[in-house]
């Protein structure tokens, strides 16, 4: 059984423990920049049913290259393609699901224009283009139509200023500039990728007196496919292209994501409206390229602290420079942002098929829109495989087949700028959801490359591995377990936020997310990038779209056993294991500290879980041996509503949207987890009396959790 303890401790493998929890969650995915760490192994593939080999006999990597194509060829910003959705919901109709359309009116802002500029101290300027290379080998980089390089829900402003290089932006980068002595009041920041989110550098140099903010990426993120190690930049090789800009929302999504001006309710037409400054910037921000970047950097060179003597992780990156902190006396960055307000409809693509079992519900989702025209990975890898996932279902549903639960397919819109159509959605239907969700499972950035990995709460651990035993990874004699194995050394990630599943995590419905990515050999996927493209992927990415297709027939495989199998497929068992390994993980932070916290109840708390974990299985194999339809259903009902007892106690401090006491994303990260998020973050915030208190209500929220399975 697996579970998320890290169980080796060898140095390799903390830092891809170390890598993952920083970048593997969310929409980000980024790349993994390590070597596969397990030596090669070949498990049998196991038996299909006849409905299992239907499945995955329908799915195929030519008809997900066409979807890909389309996708791929039309800009879709948030709200900005109707047409998209109502071709999805299509789609889905010609393979016999019940299809529609729902939608929301979002407050957006779109770019109007921007501008940059370097004033040396000698008077000369530097201009950086601020612009992706149109590629004569990529036809999309040439679009008329190709959306400029910036940031969703960025303020506008304009600021001339001296600045300063913060680091990868986190509060501990801002803690030790303000112990060197850096001035930051009315600087501008130049911040690398990497680390927290980016909304989340935004609002620490924002709380920090500076007045703009500038984001490149660092070829360091690349492992050894630079142009440095010898490689050719894309188009023509694997590495980078120095033009590539990541755009990307500064919504601050560790406070709340969604419509930032409906936290908690539905953005309808007519809906109220709240202020949103506690989680939109009020200071502008421009995201630009490592080759626009590198001279703006190269200024600081002498002054202030050089790089590596700042000691801080992640400070120094691979460009020829030294990343020294700065200012440069009488060298100035002049930025001009300005964007549009706007209310604007989305659109959510949903289809049905129902079940025999009515309260009972699987939900898949993807997201739709991107940031580019392109987005061949990321969102339109996973709307490929989910387009390729109705059709096959398509294929059962003609032969008679309905599954036991309900299964609800998800096209969303506006995941980019802040996940709003998933979060909009869940919000107007969480009395259903609350009812009848079983899980929801999410594919956003599906394949950049041909390594498989998941995140997922506990209970979905065990199904999610032994389905990977019935997929043949990439047309090979390997099995998907073997080749995630062999990457990932079996661990499973924790989920934090960044993705449409964080609505559904934090209002009680476990969650899984998936996707197959790179490793420091494989070609760089442009993230949020023009580079994300149909070319990219077909030449570099995913030739031949095997790593699509196998995540295709994973997702479909995962789909079908939980929507079919008569007892819920979960593991109770591994979900108390991992209670019981957080719970060690919070003794070690309680330890690091001078603090002193009693941890009795939630010690209680945890040890209940378990045993009624233990009965509870024990009832679901008494119930399938006496082949008890009503024992089953009571059981089923206890599986599918036990993490309700999760979200029982309120929110967290200042970030009440989410609720899940056992893991959130951190405060101070936005996409990576925190585990026990009430007490850890109180802990480290030096506050014993709120982490005292959240020892009571974790206890209760697992209490709660142990009651709704007790037999």
């Not at 080759?291 to 992640?314: K, Q, W």
């Not at 969102?379 to 387009?387: E, K, L, Q, Y």
């Amino acid at each position: 059984m697996l579970s998320s303890k890290m169980w080796h401790r060898d140095s390799q493998y903390l830092a891809f423990i170390t890598f993952f929890f920083t970048c593997a969650t969310a929409c980000l995915h980024v790349r993994f920049t390590q070597q596969p760490l397990t030596k090669r192994q070949d498990t049998p593939l196991l038996a299909l049913t006849p409905e299992e080999n239907t499945l995955v006999e329908a799915i195929s990597n030519r008809t997900i290259s066409e979807w890909s194509y389309y996708y791929t060829h039309g800009a879709h910003l948030a709200g900005q393609n109707l047409t998209m959705a109502e071709w999805t919901a299509d789609r889905w109709r010609d393979s016999g699901w019940n299809s529609s359309i729902i939608s929301y009116e979002v407050f957006l802002k779109n770019p109007v224009n921007k501008s940059l500029s370097l004033t040396y101290s000698n008077g000369s300027i530097y201009q950086p283009s601020l612009e992706e290379a149109v590629l004569d080998q990529d036809e999309t980089t040439s679009y008329p139509n190709r959306i400029p390089t910036f940031h969703g829900y960025s303020a506008s402003g304009s600021e001339t200023a001296e600045f300063v290089y913060i680091g990868r932006g986190q509060q501990s980068d801002f803690a030790r500039l303000i112990e060197l002595g850096v001035p930051l009041e009315g600087k501008i920041a130049i911040t690398k990728y990497g680390g927290p989110f980016r909304g989340l550098k935004v609002k620490n140099a924002q709380e920090n007196g500076m007045v703009g903010v500038i984001m490149f990426t660092d070829t360091s993120d690349d492992g050894d496919i630079t142009e440095a190690n010898g490689y050719a930049a894309y188009p023509d090789g694997p590495a980078r292209n120095p033009s590539a800009v990541q755009r990307g929302s500064v919504q601050f999504l560790s406070t709340y994501p969604g419509d930032p001006t409906t936290p908690g309710y539905p953005s309808k037409e007519g809906s109220p409206r709240a202020d949103s400054s506690s989680v939109l910037p009020r200071i502008p921000s421009i995201p630009i390229s490592y080759a626009d970047a590198i001279p703006i950097l190269a200024t600081l060179d002498g002054y202030g602290i050089p790089g590596p003597e700042v000691n801080r992780t992640g400070w120094v990156g691979a460009l020829n420079v030294s990343y020294s902190t700065g200012p440069a006396p009488g060298t100035t960055i002049s930025m001009t942002n300005l964007m549009e307000d706007t209310y604007t409809p989305i659109w959510n693509s949903i289809g049905i098929i129902n079940g025999t079992v009515a309260d009972e519900t699987i939900v898949i989702g993807n997201h739709r829109d991107a940031w580019i025209i392109g987005g061949a990975a990321d969102p339109n890898s996973g709307t490929a495989i989910i387009v390729e996932l109705a059709k096959a279902f398509g294929s059962l549903l003609s032969q008679g087949w309905r599954p036991k639960r309900n299964i609800v397919l998800a096209s969303w819109d506006g995941e980019e700028q802040g996940l709003l159509g998933s979060t909009e959605f869940v919000e107007e239907y969480i009395p259903w959801l609350s009812q009848t969700a079983v899980s929801y499972l999410n594919i956003d950035i599906g394949a950049s490359g041909p390594w498989p990995y998941i995140e997922a709460t506990p209970e979905l651990h065990t199904v999610a591995t032994d389905v990977m035993k019935k997929i043949s990874w990439m047309d090979t004699n390997r099995t998907m377990y073997d080749v995630w194995l062999e990457y990932t050394d079996g661990y499973i990630g924790v989920l934090g936020s960044g993705s449409d599943y964080a609505a559904f995590l934090h209002r009680g419905i476990g969650s899984i997310d998936m996707g197959a990515g790179g490793s420091a050999t494989e070609p760089i996927y442009h993230y949020h990038s023009n580079f994300d493209s149909y070319h990219w992927m077909s030449t570099f990415g995913d030739p031949g779209f095997l790593a699509h297709k196998s995540m295709a027939q994973y997702l479909s495989l995962l789909t079908y056993n939980l929507a079919s199998s008569d007892s819920i497929q979960f593991d109770l068992g591994n979900y108390a294991t991992a209670l019981e390994n957080y719970y060690d993980d919070l003794l070690s932070t309680i330890n690091s500290t001078s603090q002193t916290l009693d941890t009795t109840p939630l010690r209680s708390a945890i040890d209940e879980f378990s045993t009624g974990a233990t009965e509870v299985q024990a009832l679901e194999k008494q119930a399938v041996t006496a082949n008890d339809p009503e024992l089953l259903t009571l059981v089923n009902h206890k599986y599918r509503d036990f993490q309700r007892g999760f979200v029982s106690q309120g929110g967290l401090p200042n970030r009440e949207f989410y609720r899940h006491l056992i893991f959130a994303p951190g405060i101070d990260t936005g996409y990576a987890a925190t585990t026990y998020p009430g007490i850890t973050e109180a802990l480290q915030a030096g506050n014993t009396s709120l982490a005292a208190e959240f020892v009571r209500k974790t206890a209760d929220a697992i209490l709660v959790a142990a009651n709704i399975i007790k037999t």
